[in-house]
């Protein structure tokens, strides 16, 4: 409602929180960001074959995949970091530290497998769990870095 009394039929502003937008991003996204890094990496050790280490590759995919994808849903949607994007690695990374805890504590000559593939072969958890939450965290990096982008945009635009 304007001044006048009248009803805008724009009103919504875009810094306002979304629970839809909130569950899709913490508990949907994650899946989604592990299926299409499990696809980066596989399509990065197929381009890059005997260039660089696979597990260069493995990361390395998975960091540029999260950091793109989150700047292009933060420059797609200005309300994804407020409903919850910036909270989206939580999750990947509680189950990767309780599979750090589990391995200490039961396996402790283990742990290293859970950060880098043994013999050209991967752990289903370095595979399943490692690589889709550092892809969560540059997720949130690249959100941030496009926020931060957009908002110095608008403060030169309005100067």
């Given at each position: 409602m304007n001044q006048d009394g009248q009803f805008i039929e724009n009103d919504a502003r875009p810094s306002e929180f979304s629970v839809l937008l909130f569950y899709v991003q913490v508990f949907i996204g994650p899946l989604l960001i592990g299926i299409c890094t499990f696809v980066a990496v596989l399509l990065a050790q197929v381009f890059l074959q005997g260039w660089v280490?696979?597990?260069?590759?493995?990361?390395?995919?998975?960091?540029?995949?999260?950091?793109?994808?989150?700047?292009?849903?933060?420059?797609?949607?200005?309300?994804?970091?407020?409903?919850?994007?910036?909270?989206?690695?939580?999750?990947?990374?509680?189950?990767?530290?309780?599979?750090?805890?589990?391995?200490?504590?039961?396996?402790?000559g283990e742990l290293p497998k859970l950060f880098y593939g043994s013999n050209r072969v991967w752990g289903i958890f370095f595979g399943t769990v490692t690589l889709p939450t550092i892809a969560c965290c540059f997720y949130t990096v690249g959100m941030v870095v496009e926020s931060r982008r957009s908002r110095s945009k608008v403060l030169r635009d309005l100067r």
């Open positions: 280490n696979d597990d260069v590759t493995a990361y390395g995919a998975s960091i540029l995949e999260g950091f793109s994808l989150g700047y292009l849903v933060r420059s797609q949607s200005p309300r994804a970091m407020r409903s919850g994007g910036a909270w989206i690695w939580a999750l990947p990374a509680c189950l990767l530290i309780s599979g750090c805890i589990y391995d200490m504590l039961v396996l402790p």
